[in-house]
């Protein structure tokens, strides 16, 4: 079993930055893709970033020049930065991995609000 903690949601004023932080631990042999998903209320859980273990990337398209995907493979840690916050990207933030069999794990959700 892999274990997720996620930290740094909050809120934050439009225009402001937090950072998303997620720890992986536990039966780890292996880490490959690392990725942000989020999901508002009445919404659909949807791909903010991903990361591959190489360090490729991919960014939703409303994400693309605010938000940076990054990662420790040392610290089997995912960042993610997030810029120009606006009052839309208010969610439930989850991280996710896919283990070196390509399983998910899911952390708990960190919740990130936006105010106008």
């Known amino acids: 079993q892999v274990q997720l903690v996620e930290s740094g949601g909050g809120l934050v004023q439009a225009g402001g930055s937090l950072r998303l932080s997620c720890a992986a631990s536990?039966?780890?042999?292996?880490?490959?893709?690392m990725g942000w998903y989020r999901q508002a209320p009445g919404k659909q859980r949807e791909l903010v970033a991903a990361?591959?273990?190489?360090?490729?990337?991919t960014y939703a398209d409303s994400m693309k020049g605010r938000f940076t995907i990054s990662r420790d493979n040392a610290k089997n840690t995912v960042y993610l930065q997030m810029n120009s916050l606006k009052p839309e990207d208010a969610a439930l933030y989850y991280c996710?991995?896919?283990?070196?069999?390509?399983?998910?794990?899911w952390g708990q959700g960190t919740q990130v609000t936006v105010s106008s």
């Open positions: 996710n991995v896919k283990n070196w069999r390509w399983v998910d794990y």
């Open positions: 536990g039966s780890i042999y292996r880490i490959n893709d």
């Open positions: 990361i591959t273990r190489g360090g490729t990337t």
